[in-house]
């Protein structure tokens, strides 16, 4: 069985930064693309990043400039480093994990429980 499990959420102002974190763990064989997805209130769950084994990047238009993902392949770990936060970023932030468990099996997305980030003054 595999977890994946979030990090980092909480309050901050507008302006501000803030650090998610997420982790896959259990019966792993390889991971392979991990990204972050967010929902706010009355909306659909929306991409906000991905990135692959080899680090290729992909970012929603809103998050441009200002929001940067990483990974650890060795710790199948995945880190979203938000800048410059306005408002319109509130909402429950999930994060992907596409995980092999073994080599004869296919590869399953995985979902965090997810973590709330609000930015407000």
């Known amino acids: 069985q595999v977890q994946v499990v979030e990090s980092g959420g909480g309050l901050v102002q507008p302006g501000g930064s803030l650090r998610l974190s997420c982790a896959a763990s259990?019966?792993?064989?390889?991971?392979?693309?991990m990204g972050w997805y967010r929902q706010a209130p009355g909306k659909q769950r929306e991409l906000v990043a991905t990135?692959?084994?080899?680090?290729?990047?992909n970012y929603a238009d809103s998050v441009k400039g200002r929001f940067t993902i990483s990974r650890d392949n060795a710790e199948n770990t995945v880190y979203l480093q938000m800048n410059s936060l306005k408002p319109e970023d509130t909402a429950v932030y999930y994060c992907?994990?596409?995980?092999?468990?073994?080599?004869?099996?296919?590869?399953?997305?995985?979902w965090g429980q997810g973590t709330q980030v609000t930015v407000s003054s």
């Open positions: 992907n994990a596409d995980v092999r468990s073994d080599p004869s099996s296919s590869s399953i997305d995985y």
């Open positions: 259990g019966s792993i064989f390889r991971v392979y693309a």
């Open positions: 990135i692959t084994r080899g680090g290729r990047r």
